[in-house]
């Protein structure tokens, strides 16, 4: 991790966000470093846009503290200009022409990089006199991102902004996103119920689920203090000291198991292996929902596909 | 954001002028058509000596055409409200764009503050250009017929249908920002409006400033010249009496010579008075204007001299900025702390 003085992009202390009784986000604490492409996953209602939108300040929390770059979300124009934001559903106004968005930012955005949002738009092959009203979902999505990144931001906060999208544009929209990341230097947080693209260009990871923070940390880190054993039917009823179990199922002869584990495991009747991002997040998601120990609900499942 | 709020102005902007243009070419012929008609009459009555029957007659003919144009420059406002007001931000939060739009480097303040601006100047132009024009083209009726302090022509003449157009817009801005949707915002700014229209000229204009009072003896032939004896509720009244260069705002219920009220059955039987064939009487109520008049009476005027015009446009007009200037910040508060 970055030791730097800079402040962190995002920090969080007993963030919570109700509405009426509802918690859409119950006390959390997160602190997120510069300089990585967060993942944000959970299952619908998860509350993954409530605490995106809490980070661009589009709502204000309940209680509790969030500092986005060291500032509160929003806070005044200029901080505004050092955080890009993508909602969900990629809105974009319909009567107005590709140009015209461009000419929104370039009139709005005190650091807005002209060249930049050109070169995007022709790249993608977004023509500038097409209205956004006839735009397809794939389109959409790379002008609303184009809007967000030639701010040139320091954070870029993308809600669910290839849920929508067919495989085909939705692996353009986040090669784009990466090629963004690297060009302007920023960081960024996406939430996507899509495993597969988080484990594509994420190397941060924050697991939400019923409303709370269940695994948060960089992937590299989290993916080294995991392991996925196979062992014996009843061979993880008594585990040694310092192996936490995530997850258990059924798998043939053998249970198959997610264990948090701060050291090496010797022990000889298990197979250990490296765990994978999906099964990691899987099985955090399985304990959260309070599922029997047998297996993954059918409602976690279909979220993550 | 001056760029971005007239882009998102720019169609009803059109719709507007294209509106305003039909409605000025009208007010312009119709301004010639009666300077031509008040000339023509002159010219017919100068040569007799006495004009105040034929100038009698031009005000007339034209009192129906400028309050129908008076009550279309009332409805003005609700147009405003409703069409340019009420979709300002409740349109944005409908599409979700206001997610696209309030996360460009511009504090929502200043993009709620700048898109008001843009659109009042637009509600301003044309609501100052349609009063303009009538009040041009109805100059000289309202010489001839002294009521443009009147409680319909007032709000439809210089700078009070100005400011309530402007009122009418911040309105239905702040509606918009408060039912997040467009339609419902659109039909409670029409409705508050229309009623604010009814409520302010007979509710408020009246006491805007302290009205003088006076006490009129009501003759026979005083009564013959009102425009009606008693009212729906069958009190002791008499409506429709006049001042000479003043607006009358209100006028008691008749009173007897100590003061108090007359006696709803003594007003009954003069109704019923039967006339004296010797000497039948020859105003338009007859035999009760007779009887009522022998009665003593006489009532209490509450009226507005028409020296205090200016005064009251710019009571009203001012009335109203101060009201919109109450809701802007009421909905820059409110922008700020929650909507979505």
Redesign the interface.
Request: charged share 20%; no cysteine; aromatic share 8%.
């Given at each position: 991790m970055p030791s730097d003085d800079t402040p962190p992009v995002l920090l969080a202390e007993g963030l919570t966000k109700r509405y009426g009784r509802r918690a859409a986000l119950t006390d959390c604490d997160l602190t997120v470093p510069r300089g990585r492409v967060v993942g944000l996953v959970g299952p619908n209602g998860a509350g993954k846009s409530t605490l995106l939108q809490l980070a661009c300040g589009l709502i204000a929390p309940t209680s509790g503290t969030l500092r986005v770059l060291g500032a509160p979300p929003a806070a005044d124009a200029a901080h505004l200009a050092r955080v890009g934001f993508v909602a969900q559903d990629t809105p974009v106004y319909p009567t107005f022409t590709v140009a015209e968005h461009l000419r929104m930012g370039a009139r709005l955005n005190p650091g807005w990089d002209q060249r930049l949002a050109e070169r995007r738009i022709a790249q993608v092959g977004l023509h500038p006199g097409q209205r956004a009203g006839g735009l397809s979902g794939g389109q959409r999505a790379q002008l609303a991102l184009t809007v967000a990144a030639a701010k040139r931001p320091e954070l870029l906060i993308l809600d669910e902004p290839a849920a929508a999208l067919d495989p085909l544009a939705r692996d353009g929209f986040l090669a784009s996103l990466m090629e963004f990341v690297a060009e302007l230097d920023a960081s960024a947080v996406l939430s996507s119920h899509l495993l597969g693209d988080v484990a594509r260009v994420c190397d941060h990871l924050i697991v939400l689920a019923g409303s709370r923070v269940r695994l948060t940390g960089a992937v590299a880190d989290l993916l080294a203090a995991h392991r996925r054993v196979l062992a014996p039917r009843g061979g993880l009823a008594r585990l040694p000291a310092g192996v936490e179990l995530v997850g258990v199922r059924p798998d043939g002869r053998y249970d198959r198991a997610v264990v948090r584990a701060d050291r090496p495991l010797a022990e000889p009747s298990w197979t250990v292996e490296p765990v994978d991002l999906k099964e990691l997040v899987l099985a955090y998601l399985t304990r959260a929902a309070g599922a029997p120990a047998g297996g993954v609900p059918t409602p976690a499942r279909e979220a993550l596909r | 954001?001056i760029?971005?709020s007239w882009?998102?102005f720019r169609?009803q902007a059109v719709v507007g002028a294209a509106a305003l243009a039909v409605l000025a070419g009208y007010l312009l012929w119709l301004g010639f058509d009666v300077r031509d008609a008040h000339a023509g009459y002159l010219a017919q009555c100068r040569p007799q000596g006495d004009c105040a029957e034929a100038l009698a007659r031009f005000a007339r003919d034209y009192e129906n055409t400028l309050l129908y144009l008076a009550a279309l420059l009332a409805l003005l406002p609700a147009v405003v409200g409703m069409f340019w007001g009420a979709p300002l931000i409740a349109r944005e939060l409908e599409?979700?764009?206001?997610?696209?739009?309030?996360?460009?480097?511009?504090?929502r303040r200043?993009w709620l503050l700048v898109k008001l601006l843009v659109v009042g100047l637009g509600a301003v132009l044309v609501a100052g250009a349609a009063s303009l024009l009538l009040t041009w083209a109805a100059a000289p009726v309202d010489a001839v017929a002294g009521n443009r302090f009147s409680t319909v022509v007032f709000g439809a003449r210089d700078v009070a249908p100005v400011a309530a157009a402007g009122f009418a817009l911040v309105l239905g801005t702040v509606i918009g920002l408060l039912t997040r949707r467009t339609l419902p915002a659109m039909a409670l700014t029409g409705l508050a409006v229309v009623l604010l229209q009814f409520a302010v000229p007979n509710l408020v204009r009246p006491h805007l400033m302290p009205p003088v009072r006076a006490d009129r003896a009501m003759t026979e032939q005083a009564i013959n010249e009102a425009r009606g004896l008693g009212s729906i509720t069958n009190s002791a009244t008499v409506r429709g009496l006049g001042v000479p260069g003043a607006w009358v705002t209100d006028v008691s219920e008749l009173r007897t010579r100590d003061g108090r009220t007359l006696d709803r059955r003594a007003f009954d039987d003069c109704f019923s008075a039967r006339d004296d064939p010797a000497a039948p009487a020859t105003g338009q109520y007859g035999a009760a204007a007779r009887c009522l008049g022998a009665l003593d009476l006489h009532v209490e005027l509450a009226y507005q001299p028409n020296h205090r015009y200016w005064p009251f446009q710019l009571l009203e007009s001012g009335l109203y900025l101060l009201a919109a200037g109450v809701l802007t910040l009421f909905g820059l508060w409110r922008i700020r702390?929650?909507v979505?």
């Open positions: - | 954001m760029w971005m882009r998102q169609a599409s979700g764009t206001h997610r696209l739009v309030w996360n460009q480097s511009v504090t200043r702390r929650r979505t």
